[in-house]
């Protein structure tokens, strides 16, 4: 299939157009290997960028400039529809243990309601516990809002709903357990069927669950949700290409995607930002590593000290059982003297009757 948005170009003609800017074919040579590949393979038309890398992702689902793009994924999932009235300050810094973690897009739609986009490329321990953690801290700020703008008028009817929803480019394992579901979709009930107006709902979307599953082969050109998903996970051009027969939807944001492809000052910058990412995400996930080796240590440590204990119980009752015998042993040992005894008087007794009776 002929290309008709990415433009090809020689590896020879890309290496040229850098060593004409002051200072980019320097930059690119620092770069790690992985990601000159990519940034080659993206210039000469053969792939996409990285639509999950956090820049990539703010450049081309930016609320402020397309808030309609980010507005109509987020009423895919969420199966309502939804209109982005304010973009937030994402500067506030959400504290995780002695790392920190910076909210990717959050945004307050027309009713209220607060949605925190985060994109997640490497698999992450303690999903749960982190969404869980995001989602209390964003209803706390809503809270401590509405009640210093309504004073004494404040009554917790004036809370809207926290939306978290977090997408997953490397999901953890238990996610593969559920091969053929790549959303998942978290809320509070109550097991007697009451019903509650609880506050915080979760998204969790396994993209790499979605790659692998039916659902990503499902392209019915009315299912919005599955070309956005497909778009977030799509790399290749030619497949991006294909794509946009489909979704014809998809071709502004490809179109925009390829611009970048001339120009290279900023594409530079994009891949430099990309380069610091893969840094702090490789740095989170060591940390998160490290912690998770600490706590199984914790768990074998305790375990053992639970088998020691054991063990010492059990050899307290050993000893106690082997005291008991050697006790029992002893009266033993002291009626056989006894009866030793007796026996060596009678024979004593014996004798001399014997020797008078002669």
Not at 239 to 260: Q, T, V
């Amino acid at each position: 299939m002929e290309q008709k948005i990415f433009v090809q170009r020689s590896e020879e003609e890309v290496l040229q157009k850098l060593r004409e800017i002051p200072g980019a074919y320097r930059v690119y040579q620092g770069w790690t290997v992985e990601l000159r590949e990519r940034f080659m393979a993206f210039c000469t038309g053969k792939k996409t960028l990285p639509v999950l890398y956090d820049t990539v992702f703010k450049t081309l689902m930016n609320p402020d400039t397309h808030p309609e793009r980010l507005e109509d994924c987020i009423s895919c999932l969420l199966k309502q529809r939804v209109t982005i009235q304010t973009v937030l300050p994402t500067e506030d810094i959400l504290m995780d243990g002695v790392s920190t973690m910076v909210m990717d897009i959050l945004v307050r739609l027309d009713g209220g309601a607060l949605v925190l986009v985060e994109i997640q490329k490497i698999p992450y321990y303690f999903p749960a516990e982190r969404a869980s953690c995001y989602s209390a801290d964003l209803l706390l700020r809503q809270y401590s809002r509405v009640k210093t703008e309504k004073g004494k008028a404040f009554s917790y009817k004036d809370l809207q709903k926290v939306y978290t929803v977090i997408f997953y480019e490397q999901s953890i394992e238990i996610f593969k357990e559920f091969p053929e579901i790549c959303i998942h979709h978290a809320r509070m009930t109550c097991d007697s069927g009451l019903e509650l107006n609880f506050l915080q709902e979760f998204y969790l979307v396994a993209l790499d669950v979605f790659r692998k599953s039916e659902y990503a082969k499902h392209r019915d050109p009315k299912e919005r949700l599955a070309g956005w998903l497909a778009f977030f996970c799509t790399e290749n051009a030619e497949e991006a290409e294909a794509l946009c027969e489909i979704y014809p939807w998809l071709s502004e944001l490809y179109a925009e995607m390829a611009e970048f492809g001339r120009k290279p000052e900023e594409l530079i910058s994009m891949f430099s930002e990309i380069l610091r990412e893969m840094d702090r995400n490789t740095i989170r996930y060591m940390v998160d590593d490290m912690k998770e080796q600490i706590e199984k240590g914790k768990v074998e440590n305790a375990v053992l000290q639970e088998q020691i204990t054991e063990a010492r119980g059990l050899l307290t009752e050993i000893n106690e059982e082997l005291a008991e015998k050697n006790e029992e042993l002893a009266e033993k040992n002291e009626e056989l003297a006894e009866k030793n005894a007796e026996i060596a008087r009678l024979k004593e007794l014996l004798a001399n009757t014997m020797k008078r009776a002669l």
